[in-house]
């Protein structure tokens, strides 16, 4: 009697767990393995956690998902294709693919995305991403930097101007993208641009907005010499620092300032500092290596005008990020963070996971944007975070800044005895190093 009991007992639980791993939600239409699930018009506000974990294939199209976070996922480890189309999603989480290491589709196509942070931290197998019709401005320059097998994207009708100039570097499969529909600002940042449409195949052509000189050229077919920026002027200089001003700057939107045709956060350019249209480099940089340019407040298509005007809020986006670094011990440290959205967004500081108040150490000026450490000893080494917030949502960036030692110097070879009459000339010879480069 016991053995048929446990018998019984065994088949009941394995029945239960049988039936809840293949459970199909609500309002939602699944196959019998659990492999698809269909969930498009159910009016969802969030991705149902019912939802069998053995799922390859997620349709969730025309429901009231305002927000995607790591989460609502990390249970769909099998998850091949995602798609979230006609939702009301305005903020994806960073690095939302961590938790779906075989994802090949994902589209997130008309929703109210403004911003599109970075999706992964290590190197991802996804193949296609839907972006269109979003309200898209802004695309960090890691977005793409893990997903060395994208075939196809698609940005098309959206309010972008610009592209960070590094963020097809590493695409080097891609065959599709789709660029058309936006306000295209073509300075020299719009030649990557350029360089892709040629190279890639497309459906539309995508146009130039702005200068006025080239509106209306298709961006592929303009001369490689009228992608320009300007030149900044050189205002003053004061001991080792020069200081140079975007002179022609008539928009509020940010200064962009660049180096060898780079962005300065992702150049070689070390030393420098940005207040805005003003930049302080050293000395020693060539700076007829040094361009500055800016997106503009409206776009002539009638269209893309009245979007941008009556967009009244906005989440925070960065428009520059700190990048790790290393500095000498005792070395003065400045760090710039800044961000764009409506209303303005309040930055925050955070070392290893606790935030920082300003102090006669560690000052925080510019309404924030700017992170000074003086002097900058070991304990000042670790994690730094930059968090900006505002009603609408939060975006935050993350690190690491290292010290570097300061060694006393090692004498190797030390002076010879020598001999010599009174008053006399004598030299002596000895070899150290410092830790860094040997010195005679």
């Keep these: 009697m016991n053995l048929l009991l446990r018998l019984a007992i065994f088949f009941v639980l394995v ?13 939602c239409h699944c196959d019998e393995k659990g492999l698809v699930v269909d969930c498009s ?26 927000t995607l976070k790591r989460s609502d996922l990390q249970r769909f480890s099998q998850l091949e294709s995602l798609v979230l189309t006609h939702n009301k999603i305005k903020v994806v989480e960073e690095n939302i693919l961590d938790h779906l290491p075989e994802l090949k589709r994902l589209s997130l196509a008309h929703n109210q995305l403004v911003y599109i942070p970075p999706l992964c931290s290590n190197v991802h197998p996804l193949a296609s991403l839907n972006l269109k019709r979003n309200r898209i401005q802004f695309v960090d320059e890691q977005t793409l930097q893990y997903f060395p097998d ?23 499969a891609l065959t599709h993208a789709h660029l058309e529909g936006n306000p295209w600002n073509c300075d020299c940042r719009a030649s990557k641009i350029a360089s892709l449409l040629r190279r890639v195949q497309w459906e539309r052509k995508a146009y130039c907005s702005n200068p006025a000189a080239l ?3 298709p961006v592929d077919e303009v001369e490689e010499s009228l992608f320009k920026c300007e030149k ?33 956060d992702a150049s070689a350019l070390d030393g420098y500092e940005i207040h805005d249209t003003a930049m302080t480099v050293p000395r020693k940089i060539d700076v007829d290596q040094i361009t500055c340019t800016y997106d503009f407040d409206h776009v002539p298509h009638n269209r893309q005008h009245r979007q941008t005007r009556t967009h009244a809020t906005g989440t925070p986006m960065f428009t520059y990020k700190p990048r790790d670094n290393s500095y000498r011990e005792g070395s003065e440290v400045k760090v ?14 955070y070392h290893n996971g606790e935030r920082l108040a300003s102090t006669r150490k560690r000052q925080l000026g510019l309404s924030n944007n700017v992170l000074r450490i003086y002097p900058f000893l070991e304990e000042d080494s670790g994690r730094y975070t930059c968090e900006a917030v505002n009603i609408v949502g939060k975006v935050s960036h993350t690190f690491n800044l ?14 010879q005895s020598v001999s010599s009459n009174l008053g006399g000339q004598v030299l002596v010879n000895f070899l150290a190093v410092d830790g860094m480069a040997s010195v005679d």
């Design 15 to 27: 029945s239960g767990a049988s039936c809840q791993t293949s459970h199909c939600p609500d309002k």
């Design 41 to 66: 018009s159910a009016g969802l506000t969030r991705i149902p956690q019912e939802i069998p974990q053995t799922v390859r294939n997620l349709v969730l199209r025309n429901n009231r998902i305002h």
């Design 150 to 172: 994208l075939v196809q994207i698609d940005l098309s009708h959206n309010r972008i101007q610009s592209l960070r100039t590094k963020l097809f570097d590493n695409q080097n």
């Design 215 to 217: 509106r209306h050229q």
């Design 232 to 264: 900044p002027v050189e205002e003053s200089w004061t001991g080792e620092e020069f200081k140079v001003v975007c002179a022609k700057n008539s928009s509020n939107r940010p200064v962009v300032w660049l180096y060898k045709n780079v962005e300065v």
């Design 336 to 349: 710039n963070c800044e961000v764009m959205g409506h209303p303005k967004p309040t930055i925050h500081w």
């Design 402 to 415: 290292e010290l570097i030692s300061s060694v006393p110097p090692s004498i190797y070879e030390g002076p």
